[in-house]
């Protein structure tokens, strides 16, 4: 099955450090998305990148995907504090219905992100 | 900005109790999902929804399960008879469009089964 497994499980920084966290995945995918959670809330979408682009960016946000490495990494530039958080990303496979065609996601287990002022 | 809700926000229940978790997704989204997320585990997928029909559900949604959109605006998990591992944060999900692949969930509800 698809899945997307995050490194590092912890990742701590000072504000303004760049924070790199990394996926990996097992089989061929539609598009990768990115999530944030913020302690006890729901998850927020940040960047998706297709099966077919290599690099993306979003604001501070930076994604690059390598499917022959099966593999995607999220950086995040002058981090702030703000930024604390964990990291999720998605695979996403399409659902069939009758009436047509949604998404469903499988997530990694996530890398906090803890940013110290 | 519009956002998904969802209550309450924390339920405790006993084993065996019936549960209903309620969601409100975005207003024009038509494609309903819930996800779960045991405790210090992945967010797992459990079933997806469109036109008043479950599209998929996973491996987890068994007969214990059951969702529904009983107006047009809220969406519902029922766990018939809830059991201790059913313990868990549950998020509601919508999307807006069909081959729309962004989610947006809501805030979760942490349901603890004693």
């Known amino acids: 099955s698809q899945q997307g497994e995050e490194d590092p499980q912890a990742l701590s920084i000072q504000e303004g450090e760049n924070a790199t966290m990394n996926c990996s995945y097992k089989t061929s995918i539609n598009n990768l998305q990115w999530y944030r959670q913020n302690s006890g809330r729901g998850l927020v979408h940040l960047i998706l990148i297709r099966s077919n682009e290599r690099e993306k960016h979003s604001g501070r946000l930076r994604v690059t995907l390598d499917t022959s490495k099966k593999s995607s990494s999220l950086l995040i530039t002058a981090s702030r504090a703000a930024d604390t958080a964990s990291y999720f990303c998605?695979?996403?496979?399409?659902?069939?219905?009758?009436?047509?065609?949604?998404?469903?996601?499988?997530f990694g287990k996530g890398t906090l992100l803890t940013v110290n002022p | 900005e519009p956002e998904v809700t969802q209550t309450p926000s924390h339920q405790v229940t006993q084993m065996g109790q019936e549960v209903i978790l309620r969601c409100v997704p975005i207003s024009n989204h038509l494609y309903f999902y819930w996800y779960r997320q045991i405790l210090g585990q992945k967010v797992e997928f459990l079933v997806s929804f469109y036109n008043n029909e479950i599209s998929e559900k996973s491996e987890i949604f068994d007969d214990q399960f059951s969702v529904e959109r009983p107006d047009g605006s809220n969406f519902t998990l029922k766990i018939r008879s809830t059991k201790l591992e059913d313990s868990a944060m549950y998020f509601c999900a919508s999307s807006e469009a069909e081959y729309q692949e962004t989610q947006y969930f809501g805030p979760g509800t942490r349901l603890l089964v004693l």
């Open positions: 998605a695979t996403d496979a399409r659902v069939r219905n009758s009436g047509g065609s949604n998404y469903k996601l499988t």
